[in-house]
């Protein structure tokens, strides 16, 4: 039933049972929900049953809970096809990132394998695919660079007798490095996922994850044009090392290998062409045709049978041993050097992981488990390095064939490591021919979705700029500070840019929309009008340490109220007339005893003791001698002033103010709603608020909307305070509306209501404020504000 059906009365009850509630609402739900003590808690969390033993390794294994519901009908075709084309992909792009990490190529074959096969165990998303990917790669490859360059391994070639690169000490020294890094690595996310910190990732917002992605991809492009050209560039390490890197190739392009050179053209033609095809017709093609593969396959051949590594100098990818490697413990003395490395490398491919993991759920339906997402991808990396692999993160152009060949569980994943297994253990040899270039082709090639990244520039520049402005700062950081301090720089810029938002709100004043109880802001919508005198105030945000004397000038520049000057002039008022009060006091003083001494030599003074017990009297009554009188100010003050006659004679000597003792009500002291017998009062207080005269503007009351804010802290708890009492002193009343329960609590665990902010003055709505002003000011003319129900004085509550 709507509030005007009510009567006028019956409303005002409703609506202070409302106020009840809404004030002690907190407490109750405090009362009701309050938790045991930490003792109990604790003792609970150790206690041990059937269904939470069974939920928490089902939680910890989730393979567990659907695998003996697995459907061989329904899903068992769909897995095998995705698996296979997967694994066929896995080949390729496990050898050419491996080269990105500056390690043998095999060692993207493994790393490829046992990931996998852990992640299907304790992964959460059905989609994705795990294995090698380029940032990451690149991530390990610049740490080789920096703790195993090819400085550190020189040998002595007796045929001419110059120095040469000791390639087998230095792959090997590599792999123990990408060993000690993955576990690290893997060590950090098990330790974030174990403490219920997969919430991380969203400090890695879309722009600053998308435009880091796209600085990785120039790095990996880089990084790979000495395989194109077939040169041998300077290696450089710290910021800008990619600019000096970049400028030595283009000071070593005239000697390009022009046979490698070829190689790389013509499979990076055929990559591009083929890849197109794949994608213009994906819909018709049952699947997609594995050119990757294949041009493996042919390079491989063509390779060796033409001898190019002998006759032109092409570089080939060399030994490839057959089998697996026995497990050994990664070297943990190498942890100091490379923890900051990991981190950022354990962060990123996290990031990258959930993200995708998130993208495949939400299209078909499944929830995918952060802090559990967070724990598989530790354990893939964490038992892999034992089996010699490096980090690993899911990759996107695999997670997509593996979604649209018909993958439906991580049953794919389990059969692309099958076709990993078997070219690892019996022809993995057969690709010892390979050049190296075509690997880099393959990188190139699969850097495409990257690099349409560069899209999202000109898309943030129309939607939002401040999205656009963390992209760029990011890519431009990676680019330039490389891949671990152009993370950091990022993150901290992307940080600033939040406390930036909430630094730069939008403050904005509510009128109401007649007829409704809508409070809109009156910039933007011409329906919505200010009620005359009550000034309403939003922010855009939550009121806290940063902005909490902005959201006061705020206040002060939209409600037309200079508080720090209105309280100067009313200190001046106050000084001048306690100067007036005093000289008046003395001059009283000297009149009375003038009049003494002028009365004792008449009547022996007599009279003049007479006279001055009955105006004590009088006084102590509540009465005015004749000829003053009482003019009532703000917060209770009345001002008694002598009269003055129109020939400028002045009737009695004192002007003083006195202090009423405290026993008004709340409704009377804030709005002077007296008995109708004080008509002196009435008129002073009605006059404040139709003239204005307390803040010079015509408002006499403030009520602060902070359905925005979350949360309160100290210094806006402060600022409050500081509000209630500053405008109070103008006799402006301050009202808060649309608290959430949580701000309430926190005010009253700040002690922020006392007697002097009382909790009268906290509000469901913006309305109930409102009304409650009408109310309490007594106006009876508010049908001209269209407010319902209509509010007169003269309803007996």
């Known amino acids: 039933m ?34 045991p003590p930490l003792g109990e808690r604790i003792k ?120 040469t690169v000791n390639i087998t000490a230095r792959d090997a020294y590599r792999v123990q490095i990408a060993c000690a890094f993955t576990v690290l690595g893997g060590l950090i996310q098990i330790l974030l996922g174990l403490v219920r910190f997969g919430f991380v990732v969203t400090y890695l917002s879309e722009p600053l994850v998308r435009g880091y992605t796209t600085g990785a991809a120039c790095h990996v492009t880089i990084s790979q044009l000495k395989y194109l050209f077939g040169i041998k560039p300077s290696r450089f390490s710290g910021p800008l090392s990619q600019i000096y890197t970049l400028l030595n190739i283009c000071q070593l392009l005239p000697e390009t290998n022009v046979a490698e050179l070829v190689v790389s053209l013509v499979a990076l033609a055929v990559l591009i062409v083929v890849k197109e095809l794949n994608a213009c017709y994906s819909k018709k093609l049952p699947l997609p045709i594995p050119i990757e593969l294949i041009v493996i396959i042919a390079a491989t051949i063509i390779s060796y049978f033409a001898g190019i590594n002998n006759k032109y100098g092409v570089d080939i990818v060399g030994e490839i041993p057959s089998g697996l490697k026995a497990p050994r413990v990664p070297n943990f003395s190498l942890f100091s050097e490379l923890i900051g490395d990991a981190f950022a490398a354990a962060i990123v491919g996290y990031a990258i992981n959930i993200s995708l993991g998130k993208t495949f759920a939400l299209k078909h339906g499944y929830k995918v488990d952060s802090n559990q997402e967070l724990i598989a991808l530790g354990l893939s990396n964490t038992i892999g390095s034992f089996f010699q692999c490096y980090s690993v993160t899911s990759s996107l152009s695999r997670s997509l064939i593996q979604e649209s060949t018909g993958g439906k569980t991580q049953v794919a994943g389990v059969v692309s490591s099958v076709i990993v297994l078997i070219t690892v253990l019996k022809i993995g040899s057969l690709f010892e021919d390979l050049p190296k270039a075509v690997l880099s082709t393959i990188v190139f090639v699969n850097l495409k979705g990257m690099f349409k990244q560069f899209l999202d520039v000109p898309m943030l520049w129309r939607t939002n700029k401040v999205d656009l402005l963390v992209w760029l700062v990011t890519f431009t950081c990676t680019v330039l500070l490389n891949l671990d301090l152009g993370l950091a720089v990022s993150i901290g810029f992307s940080m600033l840019t939040v406390i930036f938002k909430t630094q730069l709100p939008r403050y904005s004043i509510l009128g109401q929309v007649p ?61 001048k007339q306690k100067r007036r009060q005093e000289k008046e006091k003395k001059r009283a003083k000297k009149e009375e005893k003038k009049q003494r001494n002028m009365n004792g030599h008449l009547s022996n003074g007599k009279f003049s003791e007479e006279s001055e017990k009955n105006q004590s009297m009088e006084l102590k009554n509540g009465m005015l001698p004749t000829g003053m009188n009482a003019h009532h100010q703000g917060n209770g003050v009345a001002i008694i002033t002598t009269e003055t006659h129109a020939n400028g004679h002045v009737s ?80 402006v009343n301050i009202y808060l509306a649309g608290c959430q329960a949580c701000v309430v609590e926190q005010l009253e665990r700040a002690g922020f209501f006392s007697e002097s902010i009382p909790k009268s003055r906290l509000f469901a709505t913006i309305h109930d404020a409102v009304l409650h002003i009408f109310k309490n000011l007594c106006l009876t003319d508010t049908t001209s504000y269209d407010l319902a129900p209509d509010v007169s004085c003269s309803t007996k509550m």
């Open 515 to 575: 007829g409704t109880d809508l409070y809109l802001d009156t910039d933007t919508y011409e329906e919505a009008k200010e009620i005359p005198g009550i000034t309403i105030f939003r922010s855009s945000t939550t009121v806290y340490y940063t902005n909490a004397e902005q959201y006061l000038e705020a206040l002060q520049e939209k409600s037309g109220i200079d508080i720090g000057n209105l309280l100067t002039q009313k200190k001046k008022r106050d000084a």
């Open 44 to 163: 609970d969390s150790l206690r041990c049953s059937g269904p939470r033993l069974k939920q928490a390794v089902l939680g910890c294994v989730p393979v567990l809970s659907w695998l003996p519901r697995y459907s061989i009908r329904e899903n068992a075709m769909g897995d095998v096809i995705s698996g296979v084309s997967v694994g066929i992909m896995h080949l390729p792009q496990g050898m050419a990132y491996a080269l990105l990490a500056a390690i043998p190529p095999v060692f993207g074959l493994y790393t490829s394998l046992y990931p996998v096969l852990i992640y299907f165990i304790f992964g959460t998303s059905r989609h994705i695919s795990i294995g090698t990917f380029a940032v990451v790669s690149i991530m390990i490859g610049g740490v080789m660079e920096r703790l195993a360059p090819d400085s550190d391994f020189p040998i002595l070639n007796g045929v001419n007798g110059t120095e």
């Open 652 to 731: 009695g000597q004192v002007n003083w103010a006195y202090q009423h003792d405290g026993n008004m009500s709340d409704s009377d002291s804030e709005t002077g709603c007296h008995d109708d017998n004080d008509t002196t009062t009435q008129t002073s207080h009605s006059g404040d608020v139709e003239k204005g005269s307390a803040c010079g503007s015509g408002t006499h009351s403030i009520i602060l909307d902070l359905s925005t804010t979350s949360f309160v802290d100290t210094v806006s708890v402060k600022m409050l305070k500081n509000m209630f009492r500053d405008f109070g002193e103008i006799d």
């Open 2 to 35: 709507r509030a005007q059906d009510y009567s006028t009365q019956e409303y005002f009850v409703q609506r202070d049972i409302l106020d009840e509630l809404h004030l002690d609402g907190v407490a109750r739900k405090r009362t009701q929900s309050s938790k």
